[in-house]
């Protein structure tokens, strides 16, 4: 059966690199699944810094909405890392998809997939109510996905300053 | 003596669910302590939302201030939850109340009632320094409360993506 | 070998006193390391407020920069307590400093300290993204620093609601 597992943090948090050594633990080579897509220079620079840290034994996947086809089309048994699913909610909002069926799927399909799967995703919920509504809806919909990806995973863990906790099991 | 407990964590992180566990776990009926009022229709949709999770044995006091006074009144062996503590801290700021003061007599009541409680708070002080001066002063506040409330329960729990870790007793 | 540890959490989530804590348990006299400067009114209430709380035992040093020669000059066996990195980041961006490469020395210089050091920091990355460029540059800069200093450190502890959690090692 697959191994999946959920990696959630702050922004900085060690996150990346964490879920690049879970993912690596099941061996190489492994699946660079990118939600990002390098439309701005901040994010093309942080691409960049990721893809040359991970080095070789990686392919990249770019999949900005298609998430769930995109783990189907590539479960040969090769370990896969998603980053991030909270880019990926972001960008179902701004095409007006129905993010919560998404995420439901995503949910569903994880225990049937055969390769295993590391999802990194963020912690946006934990600083003060945002003014504006449009981010508070944001929020809400990026703790309820986090919650029912959790849900299906096998293991969960949180990353502060850059030190693993196991949070699920505990 | 009375089992009291709090419950922490970011927006959308699992709080409320787990609450309603650890309420549950005292046995039924249990009394469902809003510290919200329905003044606005995001407000009312979660207010709706919870109730009809919740189901037959809860009943529901609203108690946007009053919240010490109300445990008081309540305190039949019936196990409480209140939802929530930053919700209360905001309708007493907003007041004019003395926050300082209520939240010094919340945390000197918890152990003298006889049933048990279990109060829900947010995290929100794990984001960048807001621009704004109430809301520093809010997030200060809020941070003193959960600290004063942390400190007079016998146990402490973290939400984060809807796993539960228990942070008192470790 | 010197002792160092790193206490992290959102604000008001009990670091300073945890801090206090573990700088104490290597004795005293105690030296109190202020990056802050007095420079505003909420500053100035809250470095007071800070120094009321410690008491008799502690000498302040105040070094809103040059912390890395400070923690040298003072390196006499006693143990220090830096309140806090974030807002030593912050004074080294505003000066336009080379904060990096302060952080990688800070980091560098941590063994090779003859007395304890316990380090204070901030959780800046478990909010909404700011809106702002400088707020979000900021929130990844303290996030690097946090996991540079973090991998320098001997134990790293996570306060929330004013309960201690060690996270490094676990």
Redesign the interface.
């Given at each position: 059966m697959a191994k999946s597992i959920?990696v959630?943090?702050?922004?900085?948090?060690?996150k990346s690199l964490l879920a690049e050594q879970l993912t690596l633990q099941f061996g190489q080579p492994a699946i660079y699944v990118a939600t990002a897509q390098a439309g701005d220079a901040?994010m093309a620079a942080r691409i960049t810094d990721h893809r040359s840290r991970r080095g070789d034994g990686w392919t990249t996947v770019e999949t900005p909405l298609a998430l769930v086809q995109t783990l189907r089309d590539t479960d040969d048994g090769s370990p896969r890392l998603v980053d991030c699913l909270t880019l990926w909610l972001s960008n179902l909002m701004l095409a007006g998809a129905d993010w919560g069926g998404e995420a439901a799927d995503l949910a569903a399909s994880l225990p049937a997939l055969q390769g295993p799967v590391v999802l990194v995703?963020n912690?946006?919920?934990?600083?003060?109510?945002?003014?504006?509504a449009l981010?508070?809806d944001?929020?809400?919909a990026?703790?309820?996905v986090?919650?029912r990806?959790?849900?299906a995973c096998d293991e969960?863990w949180?990353s502060?300053?850059?030190?693993p906790?196991r949070?699920?099991p505990?």
């Open positions: 959920l959630t943090g702050g922004a900085r948090s060690g901040e995703t912690e946006v919920g934990a600083g003060i109510v945002p003014a504006n981010a508070r944001f929020r809400d990026a703790g309820v986090n919650q990806i959790a849900a969960v949180l502060v300053a850059g030190c906790m949070i699920k505990q």
